[in-house]
């Protein structure tokens, strides 16, 4: 009897790529001489590795690609449901990346000049009106907490609340700051609190120190949280407790990710009709501070944004929470027509849709806004 066909050998695993030692090289260099952070390093870590695997793709040395190549990766990119604003993310990073080749005589053309991300809307930040904002920082989750571990995690989770509404603060900041400082808060990147000023001191984005005013609002739920902090821990633990401001059940610091769920979780007990994470209550911050000073440089300076455009979104905000004001009271913004002219005419409907509530479901509609106790000074 022949022996049956011997099957065909099954096809090798796919393998990614090797890590390009270029590629290495310029995280490297962003490492050292741009001192950028940790998770800025890993996102252009991941965006030079989805272009590595195009080019592995198309059997091409990464250095070697061009201009077309690039063009047809963003098309992929696009209509697998990226959106513009995160393409023109990830061009920056390659961009950069062949700037530094050229720079270093690579190659000799950087084929990511010129190539531009698809346009897409740019959506307004979703901020708290300051009815909400405030519910949220004043309730009293401990009221109803039936253990001391139960108090104890509402208690922090208000000083958290405060301090994120009341400096503008963001997660990563709030999860860096140290109960005191020390000799590794500074060497480390890390923040503090000096309640005796009533001052934030916070490392931001690119690595840049600012220090933010704290309110009496927030200096009093962190004092009663400090007062609180190491309790559970006894006086042994007490000493091995980690030098953050915020920990956990197990004494460590606490994550970006847990400051995150302790606040979607206070803000559905509150009451509040949409879940709350930590950057709502930075925008709700700008906004409402904007509103009531009118001073962008200052809110700019106090959100630590390196450009005054970033900070220039707010006032897209405030501009929509005028609009309303004045199509609620102006008496001119509702005419009365005379009998032989017919109706007045409406609004039209795209003006409408452009003016949105500046502080989301349930913002007041009429009246400027009266900066809250979390915001103003101590």
């Known amino acids: 009897m022949a022996d049956a066909p011997a099957s065909p050998p099954s096809p090798p695993p796919s393998v990614p790529p090797a890590p390009d030692p270029q590629v290495q090289r310029y995280l490297e260099h962003l490492r050292v001489e741009k001192r950028l952070a ?12 989805k272009l590595a695997r195009f080019a592995a793709g198309l059997s091409l040395p990464l250095l070697q690609l061009t201009d077309a190549h690039i063009r047809r990766f963003v098309a992929q990119m696009h209509s697998a449901g990226r959106s513009g604003r995160g393409i023109a993310l990830i061009l920056s990073g390659w961009r ?3 700037i530094w080749a050229g720079r270093q005589g690579l190659i000799g053309r950087n084929p990511v000049l010129g190539i531009r991300a698809p346009k897409s809307p740019k959506p307004l930040p979703k901020a708290l009106g300051v009815d909400q904002a405030m519910r949220l920082a004043d309730f009293d989750g401990a009221a109803g907490a039936a253990t001391e571990a139960d108090i104890w995690l509402q208690i922090r989770d208000a000083a958290m609340a405060e301090l994120l509404y009341g400096s503008g603060l963001r997660a990563g900041e709030l999860a860096g700051l140290d109960a005191v400082p020390n000799a590794d808060t500074e060497r480390q990147g890390r923040g503090w609190v000096d309640l005796q000023a009533g001052e934030v001191h916070v490392l931001g984005k690119g690595s840049k120190r600012r220090s933010v005013p ?10 009663a949280w400090l007062a609180l902090r190491a309790k559970p821990f006894g006086a042994a633990g ?3 407790l980690d030098a ?7 004494g460590a610091r606490l994550t970006t990710l847990s400051i995150w769920r302790r606040l979607r979780q206070r803000s559905q007990r509150a009451g509040l009709p949409s879940p709350v994470h930590p950057h709502m209550l930075r925008h709700s911050f700008a906004s409402h501070l904007l509103q009531s000073s009118g001073d962008l440089r ?5 959100l630590g944004h390196a450009s005054i455009t970033s900070t220039q979104v707010y006032t ?15 008496p001119r913004a509702h005419k009365m027509p005379s009998p032989d002219q017919g109706p007045a005419p409406t609004r039209p409907a795209h003006a409408a849709e452009k003016r949105p509530s500046p502080s989301g479901p349930g913002s007041r509609s009429t009246g400027p806004a009266k900066l809250p ?3 103003g000074k101590p």
């Not at 953050?244 to 197990?250: I, Q, S, W």
């Not at 200052?298 to 106090?302: D, G, K, R, S, T």
């Open 373 to 375: 106790d979390a915001v």
């Open 298 to 302: 200052a809110v700019q300076e106090l």
């Open 214 to 223: 704290m309110g009496r609002a927030a200096s009093a739920a962190l004092r």
């Open 238 to 240: 007490a000493a091995r």
């Open 244 to 250: 953050a401001l915020f920990v956990g059940r197990r």
């Open 96 to 98: 950069g990346f062949f």
């Open 316 to 330: 897209r905000l405030d501009f929509q929470h005028l609009a309303r004001v004045y199509d609620a009271t102006h």
């Open 38 to 49: 940790a998770r800025s390093l890993t996102l252009y870590r991941l965006d030079l590795e």
